[in-house]
Nanobody, 112 residues
Framework: QVQLVESGGGLVQPGGSLRLSCAAS?????????RGWYRQAPGKQRELVAR???????AYADSVKGRFTISHDNSKNTVDLQMNSLKPEDTAVYYC?????WGQGTQVTVSS
């Protein structure tokens, strides 16, 4: 059983930044399992935003490349998402996924 606690969402103006954090606990080998961030905008399907391997190899959706950075701390079982140059189209509920378990989601709203 994996427990995930997310934090860091909120309201930000276009061009601003936010940092999301996800802390995992439970019986998992954190560095050897799937770790990623997804998002779901109203009326749209949930999509993978970024993922990171245990070795720190990252992959991003084309829509966020160059603006978002995923990172991890295997000693703390955390995976973070730094979001810069935010756009209104980034507005969504963001979900952490570790070991194919979901966090509760955190709202990110980009609006002036």
């Amino acid at each position: 059983q994996v427990q995930l606690v997310e934090s860091g969402g909120g309201l930000v103006q276009p061009g601003g930044s936010l940092r999301l954090s996800c802390a995992a606990s439970g019986s998992i080998s954190f560095s050897r399992t799937f770790r990623g961030w997804y998002r779901q905008a109203p009326g749209k399907q949930r999509e993978l935003v970024a993922r990171i391997s245990g070795f720190g190899i990252t992959a991003y959706a084309d829509s966020v490349k160059g603006r978002f950075t995923i990172s991890h701390d295997n000693s703390k079982n955390t995976v973070d998402l730094q979001m810069n140059s935010l756009k209104p189209e980034d507005t969504a509920v963001y979900y952490c996924n570790v070991a194919y378990s979901w966090g509760q989601g955190t709202q990110v709203t980009v609006s002036s």
